[in-house]
T-cell receptor, first 113, second 115 residues
């Protein structure tokens, strides 16, 4: 079993839809959880950052972490065509010396106008 | 704007011909990372520097080397590129090893083609 599992999609939704993206993981030592957005032929950019369990909201984006289930989610409300990208979850152990951020494979999202 | 800049954006090299990719940062971050990302796959950490301390991942091939002459610059050297090394190479930085608060900042990547 890979450390981080993420459904690669692709996921296609109409503009305005609510999008739910998910990752599961096996390492209970993960404490830092992130979502990155990667446009085609670009580097990933940090979208959301959460420490330990709980929810975090930023505009149309909400990140949830359920450590008991080893499950994290990213919700996008009122999705826009500009949200079309690959979304990568990433996570890291608490106090890990330097690196390693473990990524999921990414989910490719397409929002149709 | 403070950022991570990778050059070149696209690099074509011949099989077996050494190639160097570069990364510079204006964030003054302590840690710099090199990731390899193949199509539809997760970025894979090759190595990282915490200041001048070099940390190699156990499964990084010997064919890959890195140099960090100063805080701002880091280079990825591929001594004898094979067809399997064709990928996007991502440079990233973080303030410290935890990436706490702000995660990692990535450059736009260098797409390497081996012919």
């Amino acid at each position: 079993q890979k450390e981080v599992e993420q459904d690669p999609g692709p996921l296609s939704v109409p503009e305005g839809a609510i999008v739910s993206l998910n990752c599961t993981y096996s390492n209970s030592a993960f404490q830092y959880f992130m979502w990155y957005r990667q446009y085609s032929r670009k580097g990933p950019e940090l979208l959301m950052y959460t420490y330990s369990s709980g929810n975090k909201e930023d505009g149309r984006f909400t990140a949830q972490v359920d450590k008991s289930s080893k499950y994290i989610s990213l919700f996008i409300r009122d999705s826009q065509p500009s949200d079309s990208a690959t979304y990568l979850c990433a996570m890291k152990e608490h106090g890990g010396s330097q690196g390693n951020l473990i990524f999921g494979k990414g989910t490719k999202l397409s929002v149709k106008p | 704007d403070a950022m991570v800049i990778q050059n070149p954006r696209y690099q074509v090299t011949q099989f077996g011909k050494p190639v160097t990719l570069s990364c510079s940062q204006t964030l003054n971050h302590n840690v710099m990372y090199w990731y390899q990302q193949k199509s539809s796959q997760a970025p894979k950490l090759l190595f990282h520097y915490y200041d001048k301390d070099f940390n190699n991942e156990a499964d990084t091939p010997d064919n890959f080397q890195s140099r960090r002459p100063n805080t701002s610059f880091c280079f990825l050297d591929i001594r004898s590129p094979g067809l399997g090394d064709a990928a996007m190479y991502l440079c990233a930085t973080s303030r410290d090893g935890t990436g706490q608060g702000y995660g990692y900042t990535f450059g736009s990547g260098t797409r390497l083609t081996v012919v």
